[in-house]
């Protein structure tokens, strides 16, 4: 080692600024180590001698991830301007250490913007879900949203009801619907989140296609209190003919204590001759990192909506 780059070491390690990701401080034997063995270089990610090296003055390697964590949504986002998911994909997935927290689009009705992680799959299900809606009732058990992350952009989702009763009728197996959901910004990092949602209804028990396209987005109000609005265009058949509707949500995610959160949403409902209007708010509890149970209610507000709804369901990532 050269006298002049010992001494500019020495100047450095007199400084607090030389840590450990850990905040454990580097020795001058571990400095002179990585000078005397090139292959340990300070520019590789996820070192494993020690750790990454934040000196000011001297930019970090292209490669390695500095992050400014923001909240966003009901998860935590990184603002990693140096990191590049784009190279990850269904069949290169995403690994353990660059995914986003579980950000799922149940139980409330305003869709997260947030998409699945390139090469990694989401299964999102209402175990038991009860309407009733002016004296009739209806049970579904079992609505499986399945998803599956295609890029670190792009999810694509099937959404399928197992199990309905409705009026003393069964149905197995309803309607499959597709929905792919495009974030445009805000994945992993930012103050605010945008995606595009396309959607169709394929008629595999009623008669006829529908679809739509939902546009969800998110910001951080404070530190723990999240807000999504959303709007969602909708092409329906009515029995009769066609008609489009429009549906706009806002809701409001706060924390209760310790891994259990909560939510307020207000839904409203814009058809051709009619304007539904509902209250909707529940629960959240996070098992781990991976794994998410909810529960909820919908409540009518005015004489054009279903009374009340009643559900509970989870989220598992894999």
Known sequence: MTLKTHLILTALLTSPAIARGSGEVVTSHQIDHLLNNPDRSISRTNQDFIGNIMIPGIPTSASQTVTNIVTVGNRSAF????????QYNLFNRTPDHLLRDLSPDRPDATESPFTVDAGRYQIEASLFDYRRDSGAETFTYGQINLKAGLTHNIDLQAVIDL???????WTTFGDLTLR???NIWGNDGGDTAL???????????SAEWEGGIIIPWAT???DDVSLGLQGQFDIVHDGDDYETQFLFTAVIGYPIIGN???????IGIIAEDRYES?????LTYQIDEDLILDTGV???LNSDSADFGLFSGFTKRF
């Open 278 to 282: 509902y209250y909707s708010g529940g």
């Open 298 to 300: 919908q409540i009518g």
């Open 180 to 182: 792919l959901k495009y």
């Open 220 to 222: 951080q109000l404070t």
């Open 195 to 205: 995606a595009l949602m396309p959607y169709v209804t394929a008629p595999t028990r």
């Open 260 to 266: 259990l959160g909560g939510y307020t949403e207000y």
């Open 163 to 169: 199990r309905t009763e409705a009026a003393g009728d």
């Open 79 to 86: 603002d990693s301007p140096s990191s590049d998911k784009s």
